[in-house]
């Protein structure tokens, strides 16, 4: 497996690799990682469908990636995928999945038009004072230090200087006091005591994206759930190909014959239906396992229950630890999956049942919600609430099967352990009618009318999620495995915390890349996968995001008074009428 860019690789068709009509495929999970390997397999393996077979413990494929529309429940969603123009692997990937509603044309085609028709982006990022605009102006609000903080973790900082280390461990009180902190904390779910390695990575993946961070122009979203819109379009090509899909079949353990550096996986042993089964395994049946998982043991309530915690460990994280037993080339799973309490956050479905809330909700976002356009464009997070609530409406109806007069709205909290502004109760011991109320205080709903409204307009299903973010937590090296460990030769790891470089987890571009990267590893394909978008070495892109970062003040505006007097008198005079002024210039700089 290698890496390209440009489109010579893009655009080009692999022949069809040596071998690959004698061997099969065994996928365990069938969230997006899963199932996009599978589609790789055959596109790109030109692997016939029917020697490809997925195993899934649920009855339900997606994983993460869900959007149900339970007939107990109502309409439920865990959480929501952001996506941008370059998440390069999903894009190759989707651009070869028939669309499920317009005729002759790709999920790719789908999607790009929507988002060209409709773009995305916020018309209110941030309220306080119960649904009042927190005129945060789109600024970051950095300090120099808090700046120079930035740069050095970007620029300076070795990644192995940051193994186990925390963000606090990295910024002052100058960085966690800032907008910036606030839209990117909200944004992609991190705590201060995540890993700072993941934040360094973060910034730099998405450096080109810092001036679209206060109003999501940054964003992109599917037009339904990302169930129906991402893996119902993929399940649909897969079954069309003859791949063998096999639900409530729960593997828990792969084992190996390792002499040495060479590693083969051996047997496939799971539960179906009660009954302990093998799958005796060649040199060419290759295993795909998808290892962790954030979404394990949600849990679920309703209007007038809470959500019961389920803290056991999950199928999939005893799958990984039996694995990683044999050898230590299979990862520390126990890194991520022993702290629920730095793990774990709380989303809620909120579904309205008549027109007394959406003006209140159109009051704050500024739009028409039943528009069937952008909505609130990402997430509105609550600055004063003790939740740290945020929600988002996208664009409805957000199913299929959505009554045209209902809306559905996405809401988590980030302190899940502290009492609520006006439910004084901590979010994990609410109900969704109380999860509702609260909401309704934050939207400006006069205090006298929101026991009735929660009770009567809405209908809300809380998910308590213990491990949503595991994947953040600090790490060093070794603790998540490689793709394909060392010395294996049929077996692999995918999804988010399988470890590939530059790229960054809790995105749909991460699952894909190393779907993608397995394949072509295990079959050597012939063919490049797209290298991570190298915008953190463009210097147009460095020089146009120092500029917004520090809300488009010039370098010689600092209070830096020697650095300013350096570049005025040395650098500014060597560069005058030349392609260097034109460029600094051009961003802000001077």
């Known amino acids: 497996m290698y890496y390209s860019n440009g489109n010579y690789e893009a655009f080009a068709r692999p022949k069809k690799p040596v071998g690959v009509d004698n061997k099969s495929a065994y996928l365990v999970g069938s969230g997006l990682s899963s199932l996009a390997a599978a589609c790789f397999l055959i596109r790109d393996g030109q692997m016939k469908g029917e020697r490809i077979h997925i195993l899934e ?18 309409f439920i969603i865990r959480g929501g995928r952001e996506m941008e123009n370059h998440f390069e692997c999903l894009w190759d990937l989707f651009r070869s999945i028939p669309s499920l509603e317009i005729e002759d044309a790709s999920v790719l085609d789908e ?17 306080m004072n119960r649904g009042q605009d927190a005129h945060t102006d789109g600024k970051f609000g950095l300090s120099e230090k808090a700046a120079l903080e930035i740069v050095k973790l970007f620029t300076i900082t070795r990644d192995e200087d940051l193994y ?21 904390r909200t944004m992609f779910a991190f705590e201060d005591w995540h890993s700072a390695l993941e934040m360094k990575l973060y910034i730099q993946r998405f450096i080109h994206h810092i001036g679209g961070l206060p109003d999501f122009s940054a964003l992109k979203f599917t037009k339904y759930n990302q169930y129906e819109s991402l893996i119902q379009p993929m399940i649909k090509y897969l079954e069309s190909h003859g791949v063998q899909l096999q639900y409530d079949s729960k593997v828990t353990n792969v084992m190996f014959d390792i002499d040495g550096d060479r590693k ?6 799971y539960l179906s239906g009660g009954k302990e089964e093998v799958i005796h395994l060649t040199e060419d049946d290759l295993v795909f396992v998808t290892n962790g998982s954030c979404t394990e043991n949600s849990s679920f309530g309703d209007d007038n229950s809470v959500p019961k915690p389920n803290t056991s460990l999950g199928g999939c994280w005893e799958l990984w630890r039996n694995i990683a037993k044999q050898h230590p080339t299979f990862g520390r799973p ?27 909700v159109e009051k704050i976002c500024k739009r028409d919600p039943f528009s069937g356009r952008v909505v609130t464009g990402g997430i509105i997070t609550v600055k004063d609430s003790n939740w740290l609530m945020s929600y988002t409406l996208n664009r409805q109806p957000h199913f299929i099967e959505q009554p045209k007069d209902q809306l559905v709205i996405w809401l988590y909290g980030l302190f899940t352990d502290i009492p609520g502004n006006y439910i004084k109760k901590p979010m994990k011991e609410c109900t969704g009618s109380e999860i509702v109320e609260e909401w309704l205080y934050h939207l400006g709903v006069p ?4 026991h009735d409204m929660a009770a009567q307009s809405a209908h809300c299903i809380p998910c308590m999620m213990p491990y949503i973010t595991a994947f953040f937590m600090p790490r060093t090296k070794g603790d998540r495995p490689k793709v394909v460990p060392d010395g294996c030769v049929n077996f692999c790891f995918i ?38 978008f190298a915008s ?55």
């Open 57 to 74: 413990e649920l009855g339900i494929a997606g994983g993460a990636c869900d959007g149900i529309h339970d007939s107990q429940k109502g």
């Open 111 to 127: 999607f790009y038009w929507l988002n060209k028709r409709d773009p995305n982006y916020s018309l209110m990022r941030v309220t």
């Open 164 to 184: 186990d280390k925390k963000i606090s461990d990295v910024f002052s009180e100058d960085f966690f006091e800032s907008n910036f902190w606030l839209y990117w």
């Open 264 to 269: 083969v996986a051996t047997k496939i042993m």
């Open 334 to 360: 126990d890194k991520f999956c022993t702290n629920i309490k730095a793990t774990n956050w709380e989303s809620a479905t909120i579904t309205t049942l008549d027109n007394r809330i959406p003006p209140y």
């Open 447 to 450: 205090e006298k009318e929101i």
């Open 495 to 532: 999804g988010q915390f399988a470890d590939t470089v530059r790229d960054t987890v809790f995105t749909t571009e991460y699952s894909v890349r190393t779907a993608m990267e397995a394949v072509y590893t295990l079959l050597n394909v012939d063919r490049g996968v797209p290298e991570v």
């Open 536 to 590: 953190c070495y463009d210097i147009r892109v460095l020089l146009d995001s120092t500029s917004k970062m520090m809300d488009e003040k010039k370098l010689t505006e600092l209070k830096l008074p020697f650095i300013a007097s350096l570049i005025e008198k040395n650098v500014l005079r060597k560069i005058s009428g030349t392609t260097m002024e034109e460029l600094l210039k051009k961003y802000n700089i001077i």
